[in-house]
């Protein structure tokens, strides 16, 4: 199993940055690839970006040249450095990982608001 943990979210004024950050435990060896997905108020969860073993990125075409997607040496935290952030981008933000069998775990989710 993988624990993942997720954590820096928070209240931003338009234009502004935030980094989210998501600390994976357990069975580490066993992830395939890692991502992050945003759910809006009566919307559905959405890919926002995510990143492979070989470390190759993929993004929503809304958040492109904005956020930027890493993870560590130890591929054992996962980041979103989010930079001019919009009201749009307002969710609840997931960590995801996807294992070589094919098996997704989710983060308990962290609150993003961009607001004045």
């Known amino acids: 199993q993988v624990q993942l943990v997720e954590s820096g979210g928070g209240l931003v004024q338009p234009g502004g940055s935030l980094r989210l950050s998501c600390a994976a435990s357990?069975?580490?060896?066993?992830?395939?690839?890692m991502g992050w997905y945003r759910q809006a108020p009566g919307k559905e969860r959405e890919l926002v970006a995510g990143?492979?073993?070989?470390?190759?990125?993929n993004y929503l075409d809304s958040v492109k040249g904005r956020f930027t997607i890493s993870r560590d040496n130890t591929r054992t935290t996962l980041y979103l450095q989010m930079n001019s952030l919009k009201p749009e981008d307002t969710a609840v933000y997931y960590c995801?990982?996807?294992?070589?069998?094919?098996?997704?775990?989710w983060g308990q989710g962290t609150q993003v608001t961009v607001s004045s």
């Open positions: 995801n990982v996807r294992t070589y069998t094919n098996y997704l775990y």
């Open positions: 357990g069975s580490i060896s066993s992830i395939k690839t």
């Open positions: 990143i492979t073993g070989g470390g190759r990125t």
